[in-house]
């Protein structure tokens, strides 16, 4: 959704981009925080290299003059392979950002320098995150001295392992992606309504897929059949599919968040279904925001410049 950039009263000090695959939000950060927020959708997935500039311009254009060069730090897929310029990986265990690593970008406007920050990887088992390692550090900057999992829900969940500030060890799950190809692309789609959730078809989804998640694909198909010999409700339908790949990702992560605290950090509707069901195994997860936590992490950031 896009949300224009508006003339300030006073220029910012820098601003923050939190730039996706879908979509780029930039903050005008000023001396004592966040001053407006502007989005679009110019996500990296639909600009060439040679197209970012512009797109950064067109969005925040209304905060810059040309008597100031205002620094803009950047996160997320901006800086993957296909995106404006590759920020290599870290390797874990690390801290989630560090500000000599961040990798400046050439711009041919001088209103502005660009520095992206770079994501992580694993080697064994092989995985890598960009991003996320933001909103890591954003998150123990809100809460000092953190030791425990946080979780990541969304379309690539993450399962992050966090000891004394560092990154120790991470795993991504597909499960965001899984649910959307399901729902809408493969022979579920004619029994899984659009929106719409039921709490208790989540809950038997859930507990079916947690007690045998090696019958998940079985569990899938059942989605379907009900559909045609039942009339089953597509809205209940859709809540168990998110229950059942919910719960296969609880029980892959169980070695992270079995006996550890848990902080989720997200969007509050998905994050409060994964709380949902931590609290069905005995958990009481806290939940943070990712737009607080990714402005936090970009402003960790800041003092490299």
């Known amino acids: 959704m896009t949300q224009p950039a508006e003339p300030l009263p006073k220029l910012p000090d820098w601003v923050a981009a939190d730039w996706g695959t879908t979509h780029l939000r930039a903050t005008a950060m000023g001396a004592v925080g966040?001053?407006?927020?502007?989005?679009?959708?110019d996500g990296m997935g639909t600009l060439k290299p040679a197209e970012f500039e512009a797109a950064l311009l067109r969005l925040i254009g209304p905060w810059l003059s040309p008597n100031q060069t205002t620094p803009v730090i950047a996160c997320g897929m901006v800086g993957s392979r296909q995106g404006w310029a590759e920020a290599k990986y870290r390797a874990v265990?690390?801290?989630p950002v560090a500000p000599d690593t961040l990798t400046r970008v050439a711009t041919t406007d001088p209103r502005i320098t660009v520095h992206i920050a770079p994501g992580l990887r694993q080697n064994i088992p092989a995985d890598v995150m960009r991003g996320e390692e933001t909103q890591i550090a954003g998150a123990l900057a809100l809460m000092p001295g953190f030791d425990g999992v946080m979780?990541?829900?969304?379309?690539?969940?993450?399962?992050?392992?966090?000891?004394?500030?560092e990154v120790?060890?991470?795993?991504?799950?597909?499960?965001?992606?899984?649910?959307?190809?399901l729902s809408t692309q493969s022979v579920l789609r004619h029994s899984i309504a659009a929106d719409g959730f039921d709490s208790a078809a989540f809950d038997t989804g859930l507990s079916d897929a947690l007690s045998c998640p090696e019958r998940i694909a079985a569990r899938l198909f059942t989605l379907r059949a009900e559909g045609l010999l039942t009339d089953a409700s597509p809205t209940s339908a859709r809540s168990r599919l998110s229950g059942l790949l919910i719960g296969v990702e609880l029980a892959a992560a169980k070695p992270y968040w079995l006996g550890q605290p848990v902080t989720l950090i997200g969007a509050e509707t998905l994050c409060s279904h994964y709380a949902h069901a931590l609290k069905a195994q005995g958990l009481t997860p806290a939940t943070l925001s990712a737009?607080?936590?990714?402005l936090a992490g970009l402003s960790k950031l800041k003092g490299a410049l």
């Open 34 to 41: 966040p001053m407006a927020t502007a989005s679009s959708d």
């Open 93 to 95: 265990p690390c801290t």
């Open 151 to 165: 979780c990541l829900p969304g379309t690539h969940s993450k399962w992050v392992h966090v000891s004394a500030g």
């Open 291 to 294: 737009a607080d936590c990714t």
């Open 168 to 181: 120790v060890s991470f795993q991504t799950f597909m499960t965001g992606e899984l649910f959307a190809l």
